[in-house]
């Protein structure tokens, strides 16, 4: 009698723990990582299977038997299993929650993966069926009888009419068939492209090393310390370029959903179908088709922001985590965890490198980096020895104490002129969004903080309120400091909000967007 200990796939804290669950010998041989479906109470409840034991006795209370296995194969992989294993243990979290990591739902459906109609040629097919008089019937028939058969958009590509493809297609002996869509590419064709990636000397020495770990199929961490402009998205290029021609799946994660664009553009511009992307801001249409695209290993670039480090790859030979410093890889809602943690992980069980890319690396990885448990490679100039940009620091205080109590010295002021009657563009950077950073009583020196964070509340204009950038707590603006009722309430600090509202004032000719959390909720904002 064999029991399969089942994890419910629903987030309830009282279904964290596995349940016992008899399989009945009709399914055979179920593997770790199905799932099924199980009685629960008076419903019926998706589950994962995630272990068996042999009973050689009855059991004394009564089991419950599987009802139906949902999986032909598998959905979680052993090494998936195991990590959420040690995710689970290492960030405090329900094993169940953290296999949840791996899958694009809320709870796991079936899902049917984009198919194609194909014209497939069986024997009982002839070609003097069709009159010599329908040429290019004939020359299609003639190409699937060559091939076996072929897609119908593929069929449209080479030049033959929908009613051509139609009308062979209503030949006894050719059917039509639903299969897959199928992207594949010749690895060999891949590996040869990694030739047309080119490095610097000084590129191709930091290469060398990653490389090896790859044809020897061996894990290593390798902390890449370059500096802005030196070549690093090059070498994640060519490290890809070779993992994807030995056959292996490549995962490059990136910190931002607006950086995502970026790379991404460099990376399809090189290989083209292979690549997938993975946000949270995607559609869940749109995550089901690339998560079905690496399960079927249609693709094999993964390019996403820190939940694509759980894609369900079987294969992987390469995970790059580029500003491997940005707070960013870090969830800190829901199910926490570090995608950092999670990819040396995987990296592991899958004996392959993973490269830390950073111009600023994290002070933990670089202590590691020069302690030996990661190797430190370097690039400390530029491409091309094009010089740094040159950085100038500017004391407000002093600008104050000028009678300047703009957001902007007067240097700033004066470079953003000139660069604006060149007809040129500029990038202005500020890391904090609302209008002004705080709220102070001027008389008691009260701050208004956030009841459930601690925090300063935020002052935004849009919408009159003070907000929590912690919890996104709000709340209207006192009229009167709630601690000593003084009406001496002032707003201190600058956020983008204040920031586009003086350049607007001072710059009144010129085009200013703002891009921030607070204008890019929508979809495709970041794109206009």
Not at 144 to 157: F, H, M
Not at 232 to 243: H, V
Not at 362 to 369: D, L
Request: net charge neutral.
């Amino acid at each position: 009698m064999r029991v399969a200990s089942i994890i419910i796939n629903r987030p309830a804290k009282q279904l964290h723990k596995p349940l016992s669950y008899l399989l009945p010998e009709k399914f055979g041989d179920v593997k770790a990582g199905t799932r099924v479906l199980v009685p629960l109470g008076g419903s019926r409840e998706e589950g994962i299977v995630i272990g068996y034991e042999e009973l050689l006795e009855k059991p004394t209370f009564t089991l419950r038997s599987i009802i139906d296995i949902l999986d032909s194969d598998p959905w979680f992989t052993r090494e998936m299993m195991d990590t959420a294993q040690k995710i689970s243990r290492y960030f405090l979290c329900s094993f169940g929650d953290a296999l949840r990591l791996f899958t694009v739902h809320k709870t796991l459906k079936s899902y049917d993966a984009p198919k194609e109609e194909w014209l497939v040629v069986t024997p009982e097919f002839k070609i003097d069926q069709l009159s010599p008089k329908k040429r290019k019937q004939r020359e299609l028939a003639n190409y699937l009888i060559e091939v076996g058969g072929a897609p119908k958009s593929l069929l449209r590509a080479k030049g033959y009419s929908y009613m051509v493809i139609k009308q062979v297609g209503e030949e006894h002996g050719i059917h039509i068939e639903e299969r897959f869509k199928d992207t594949k590419t010749s690895f060999t064709e891949l590996l040869s492209g990694e030739e047309t990636i080119p490095l610097t000397e000084a590129q191709q020495i930091v290469y060398e090393p990653i490389k090896q770990m790859m044809d020897l199929e061996s894990y290593n961490t390798f902390l890449l310390h370059g500096v802005t402009g030196s070549g690093k998205t090059q070498i994640y290029l060519k490290a890809a370029a070779r993992c994807i021609g030995k056959g292996k799946t490549a995962i490059i994660l990136v910190p931002e959903i607006i950086l995502t664009d970026q790379i991404v553009r460099r990376f399809v511009s090189t290989f083209g179908d292979e690549v997938v992307v993975f946000h949270s801001k995607l559609t869940i249409s749109e995550r089901n088709n690339n998560w079905e695209r690496i399960r079927r290993k249609d693709s094999h670039i993964i390019i996403g922001a820190r939940s694509a480090v759980f894609a369900p790859a079987e294969d992987i030979g390469l995970i790059v985590l580029d500003e491997e410093h940005d707070t960013s890889y870090k969830q800190e809602d829901m199910i926490r965890y570090n995608a950092k943690n999670v990819a040396l992980w995987r990296g592991m069980a899958h004996d392959c490198p993973v490269i830390l890319g950073s111009a600023t690396p994290a002070i933990t990885s670089y202590y590691k980096a020069l302690q030996g448990q990661y190797k430190l490679l370097e690039l400390p100039t530029r491409i091309f020895d094009q010089p740094m940009p040159n950085v100038q620091i500017v004391d407000m205080k002093e600008e104050m104490i000028r009678g300047n109590y703009s957001v902007f010295s007067d240097a700033m002021t004066h470079l953003i002129e000139r660069t604006l009657a060149d007809g040129n563009q500029m990038i202005i950077l500020l890391n904090r969004r609302g209008y002004s950073t705080f709220v102070m009583c001027r008389d008691c020196g009260e701050t208004i903080m956030c009841p459930h964070c601690e925090v300063a509340m935020v002052y935004h204009q849009a919408g009159e309120e003070l907000r929590c950038h912690y919890c996104e707590h709000h709340e209207p603006i006192p009229s009167v400091c709630p601690k000593c009722h003084s009406k001496r309430i002032k707003f201190f600090g600058s956020g983008t909000q204040k920031v586009e509202e003086e350049l607007r004032r001072h710059f009144k000719s010129a085009r200013i967007a703002r891009l921030d959390q607070d204008v890019t909720k929508h979809k495709d904002m970041g794109e206009e």
